[in-house]
């Protein structure tokens, strides 16, 4: 059976005063999730030591945003896998598209990222996904066939989750609809060697669509960018009907 993962991407926000009052507020709801629900918060870096230990023996696993590929070296604002694994980080986002849009990851250094956080113990979550140009064009299929490809070279998907977020929806409202996110994620899981990968939907999930976007066969799951900001609307996506 594939396993269910709620993911909160807080991207840029929340200080750790914030965060402190954000756990203060969404911790007790979690008495009413079900145990085969993976739940993870990724906050910035600055957060994750407050997060560590703030979350421990919690229900929350911590995770992180992004990862190098190497252990250390000269690379000005990078943080390696060590450095992660050291203060309780389980799992790390990569190829997040504004990772790749905004300072230009390329499938390349994608796939470099994943084997440094799998040689690390980390799971990460790959995300794949197209652009509106680009599902304009009919391309939606062969974009993320060819990320899948170049990114998951000798990555080892026993420990791999994917999520599949179309860049027109992120943080647009646009979600996409439920039918055509399951039958993209069906197409992803068709190319993947073990059938087991657990796959998100990312892109505008909100409290009012978690329960349609759950339902569907496919979709193991959400990663959750603005709506996990807050502690009520995020509790409320975990606990899905």
């Known amino acids: 059976m594939r396993k269910i993962v709620i993911a909160g991407n807080w991207k840029m926000f929340k200080t750790q005063v914030e965060s402190a009052e954000f756990l203060s507020g969404f911790l007790p709801h979690l ?4 145990s085969v629900r993976e739940v993870i918060l990724f906050p910035p870096f600055t957060n994750l030591s407050l997060l ?3 979350l421990h023996g919690s229900r929350v696993n911590l995770g992180a945003q992004n990862v190098h590929w190497e252990e250390n070296g000269a690379y000005t604002g990078e943080i390696s896998a060590p450095m992660l694994t050291e203060i309780g980080v ?22 470099l990222r994943l084997k440094a956080a799998q040689k690390h113990g ?37 420990n791999l989750i994917i ?3 179309p ?6 409202g646009d979600t996409c609809k ?45 990663l959750v960018g603005g709506a996990s900001l ?11 009907q």
């Open 52 to 54: 560590s230990k703030s």
């Open 167 to 172: 860049i027109w929806a992120i943080g647009t």
């Open 31 to 34: 008495e009413e999730t079900p």
């Open 163 to 165: 999520a599949y977020e």
């Open 230 to 240: 807050k502690a009520d609307s995020f509790a409320r996506i975990v606990n899905y």
């Open 90 to 111: 389980r799992y790390v986002i990569v190829g997040h598209s504004e990772r790749r849009q905004l300072f230009g990851e390329t499938d390349v250094s994608v796939n």
């Open 122 to 158: 980390l799971t990460p979550i790959l995300c794949v996904g197209e652009t509106k140009q680009q599902r304009d064009a009919g391309e939606t299929e062969s974009i993320i066939s060819a990320q899948l490809t170049e990114d998951l070279v000798d990555i080892n998907q026993t």
């Open 178 to 222: 439920t039918k055509e996110a399951n039958r993209v994620i069906g197409l992803i899981r068709s190319q993947l060697t073990n059938p087991l990968v657990p796959i998100q939907y990312g892109g505008s999930v909100n409290p009012n669509n978690i329960d349609e976007i759950m339902a569907e066969p496919e979709i193991d799951g959400a």
